[in-house]
């Protein structure tokens, strides 16, 4: 019997057909899209016709993700990245051009400082920090060439609050493009485009994903001029974010309000028990009145704290390893926003970088921690802090 080559395998095979309907969202891993005629391609370039032609310039399960995301900031036609840093990249590479100054919180996660201090001067951008709790600092700061001005809402780690909306007069008044970075606050906590944002940024790898295993951006313009270039310094970067990674974070988004609210409500329950737990020199949460920023966080956040708190014990670096240890099941690790609770220690991570005293400038001992509060029950977490508390600091 002569054997038939197996040509067949090498040709795409039809997918099943079904008379019934999946109702979850399809994974579309490929790179490439095959068009009818040239006709066809150029119509679906032109935007004639809708529909993907190569995955780095976009792909369906980026743009079922954007669709998501943009309902909850209120946006249209956001872009997703390969990664929270992607967007921020894409933002600064896309609007800035040699000769502009960009002007921005002191307090901005540490790679967004990064941005500022070490790839912006390559590109001939300057960049100058101010205090953004306090808007006459950025007005003292604002210079004729400033192109845009970049904010966080709440800082980590110590939680202060921005002063957004005498920002957003001064970037209006100056014709600065005001860009947010909404990751810590996110569109449960905070519209940034009704506070007079121009470009709102997610690292969408934390709180908006949920799970730790997705590492993502978004960005979105209130004017097509800005997206525009946006979008097409991303395709030439190659800021692409993967289609297993947007398929992760779609089925994330769908508790995200579930866990949102419910670590929220962890996290101010977790705070007030910290404040009356011996041995805490210091709790930090942005609705608490012993906050020193509350009233404007009562103001811009409403009832809407977060599910970021942070706290101080004594006894330097000994008490902090001691804490730690007497903590196995709350994972110590320096990120946000996962579904389950996670520690991190800023003096070692964060803010490494850092003088000793320069740290001291913002509040940061050895004993300083910052809880990204989960979803688990409140009573065994408050059980779980108190008890690690007890072995580190004795008290
Ligand atoms: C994590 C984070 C980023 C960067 O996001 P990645 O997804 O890690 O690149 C940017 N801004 C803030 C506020 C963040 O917390």
């Known amino acids: 019997m002569t054997k038939t080559p197996?040509?067949?395998?090498?040709?795409?095979?039809?997918?099943p057909e079904s008379s019934t309907r999946a109702i979850g969202t399809p994974l579309q891993p490929s790179v490439v899209y095959a068009a009818e005629s040239p006709d066809a391609l150029d119509d679906m370039y032109e935007g004639r016709a809708p529909g993907y032609a190569y995955a780095r310039e976009g792909h369906p399960n980026a743009d079922v993700l954007a669709r998501k995301i943009d309902a909850l900031e209120g946006a249209t036609g956001g872009l997703v990245f390969g990664s929270g840093m992607a967007a921020v990249t894409a933002v600064m590479q896309g609007l800035l051009r040699s000769g502009d100054h960009v002007l921005a919180g002191n307090q901005l996660?540490?790679?967004?400082?990064?941005?500022?201090?070490?790839?912006?001067?390559?590109?001939?951008?300057?960049?100058?920090?101010?205090?953004?709790?306090?808007?006459?600092?950025?007005?003292q700061a604002i210079k004729p060439n400033t192109k845009l001005i970049l904010l966080e809402v709440v800082s980590n780690p110590t939680l202060r609050v921005s002063d957004v909306t005498g920002i957003a007069a001064l970037a209006r008044k100056h014709g600065c493009i005001l860009v947010i970075d909404n990751t810590f606050t996110t569109p449960r906590g905070f519209q940034p485009f009704q506070h007079g944002a121009d470009i709102v940024i997610h690292s969408v790898t934390k709180l908006l994903a949920g799970h730790s295993d997705a590492t993502l951006g978004y960005v979105a313009c209130s004017d097509a001029a800005h997206r525009d270039p946006i979008y097409a310094t991303a395709v030439t970067l190659g800021l692409t974010a993967s289609p297993f990674d947007c398929w992760l974070a779609e089925r994330g988004l769908y508790s995200f309000e579930l866990r949102y609210d419910r670590a929220e409500a962890n996290a101010r329950a977790l705070a007030d028990a910290l404040a009356e737990t011996p041995g805490v020199a210091r709790v930090l949460y942005p609705t608490r009145p012993d906050h020193p920023d509350h009233n404007r966080a009562a103001s811009l956040l409403?009832?809407?704290?977060?599910?970021?708190?942070?706290?101080?014990?004594?006894?330097?670096?000994?008490?902090?390893?001691?804490?730690?240890?007497?903590?196995?099941?709350?994972?110590?690790?320096?990120?946000?926003?996962?579904?389950?609770?996670?520690?991190s220690h800023p003096a070692t991570s964060s803010h490494r970088a850092l003088t000793p005293q320069a740290r001291a400038e913002l509040g940061m001992s050895e004993g300083f921690f910052r809880v990204s509060v989960g979803v688990e029950d409140v009573d065994m977490l408050i059980g779980e802090f108190r008890a690690a508390i007890a072995a580190a600091t004795g008290a």
């Open 302 to 343: 409403g009832a809407r704290g977060g599910n970021m708190v942070s706290f101080e014990i004594g006894g330097g670096r000994a008490a902090a390893n001691a804490l730690v240890r007497a903590a196995p099941d709350i994972a110590f690790a320096p990120t946000l926003g996962d579904i389950g609770t996670t520690l």
């Open 6 to 15: 197996p040509k067949t395998i090498v040709r795409r095979t039809p997918w």
């Open 109 to 139: 996660y540490g790679r967004s400082m990064r941005m500022l201090s070490e790839e912006l001067p390559k590109w001939g951008v300057e960049a100058d920090l101010a205090d953004p709790t306090d808007a006459a600092r950025f007005a």
